[in-house]
C-alpha cells in the first residue's frame, strides 16, 4: 500500500536558518505529492503540491521537488521566520475505489526562535 | 480562504455515552467528505469517505455502526461516536472537497473518561 515517511520533529532552528524536512513515499502509480501545513489550533492548510515527476512546488518562500528516482519530496525553506513555527505534513494522493484520497506522514513540528 | 468549521473543538465524555461531531463548510459546497482520525505523534488516519446524501465508505478497521457518518447537505457533516470507550480518544478531524480542492476541519479533541 502507500505509505509517506518524515522525520521526527521537533525540528529546532533559530530565525533565517536554513530548513530542511526530509519526505519520502511509497506507492503505485504516479501520485501527486502535498506538503500542507498546521498552525495551531487551525486546520490543516495546503501548503504547496506538485503533480508529476521534476516538478517543484512552492510558496511562502518554501519549495519542493518532486523526485521520482529517490521517490522523495524534501521540503526547503532558505531562511525561516518565527511565524513558520507549525506542524509539516507530507501527503500523496491516490485514487482509491474512485476516490481520490490523501495518504499523511506523521507530521514534523518546526519550532522556531528569534 | 475556504472556512471550515467544527464544533465542539473540545469534548470530554463519559464511557458509553455518545459524541456527535458537526463539520460545516461555510463558504464552499462539499461533494465529498472525509473523515480522519489522529493519535498523538501519529499520522492522519482515513476512516471514512461521503458523497452528499449517499452512506459512507468505510476504512478496513473502521466500524461503520460505531462511527455513525451522515453527509445530509453539501455545507453539513456530522460523525457520531457511539457508546464511546476510552480507546476512541483522539482527534477527528473533518476535510471537505469542493471541485478537486481537499479543505480541513480546525479538528475536535475527544476524551472518553
Known amino acids: 500500500g502507500n505509505s509517506v515517511t518524515q522525520m521526527e520533529g521537533p525540528v529546532t532552528l533559530s530565525e533565517e536558518a536554513f530548513l530542511t524536512i526530509n519526505c519520502t513515499y511509497t506507492a503505485t502509480g504516479y501520485p501527486s505529492l502535498f506538503w500542507y501545513v498546521q498552525y495551531p489550533g487551525e486546520g490543516l492548510q495546503l501548503l504547496l503540491k506538485a503533480t508529476k515527476a521534476d516538478d517543484k512546488g512552492s510558496n511562502k518562500g518554501f519549495e519542493a521537488t518532486y523526485r521520482k528516482e529517490t521517490t522523495s519530496f524534501h521540503l526547503e525553506k532558505g531562511s525561516v521566520q518565527v511565524s513558520d513555527s507549525a506542524v509539516y505534513f507530507c501527503?500523496?494522493?491516490?485514487?482509491?475505489?474512485?476516490?481520490?484520497?490523501?495518504?499523511f506522514g506523521k507530521g514534523t513540528m518546526l519550532l522556531v526562535s528569534p | 480562504g475556504a472556512v471550515v468549521s467544527q464544533h465542539p473543538s473540545r469534548v470530554i465524555c463519559k464511557s458509553g455515552t455518545s459524541v456527535k461531531i458537526e463539520c460545516r463548510s461555510l463558504?464552499?459546497?462539499?461533494?465529498?467528505m472525509f473523515w480522519y482520525r489522529q493519535f498523538p505523534k501519529q499520522s492522519l488516519m482515513l476512516m471514512a469517505t461521503s458523497n452528499e446524501g449517499s452512506k459512507a465508505t468505510y476504512e478496513q478497521g473502521v466500524e461503520k455502526d460505531k462511527f455513525l457518518i451522515n453527509h445530509a447537505s453539501l455545507t453539513l457533516s456530522t460523525l457520531t461516536v457511539t457508546s464511546a470507550h476510552p480507546e476512541d480518544s483522539s482527534f477527528y478531524i473533518c476535510?471537505?472537497?469542493?471541485?478537486?480542492?481537499?479543505?480541513f476541519g480546525p479538528g475536535t479533541r475527544l476524551t472518553v473518561l
Open positions: 501527503a500523496l494522493s491516490s485514487v482509491n475505489s474512485g476516490y481520490s484520497t490523501l495518504t
Open positions: 476535510s471537505p472537497r469542493s471541485i478537486d480542492t481537499q479543505y
Open positions: 463558504d464552499f459546497q462539499a461533494t465529498t
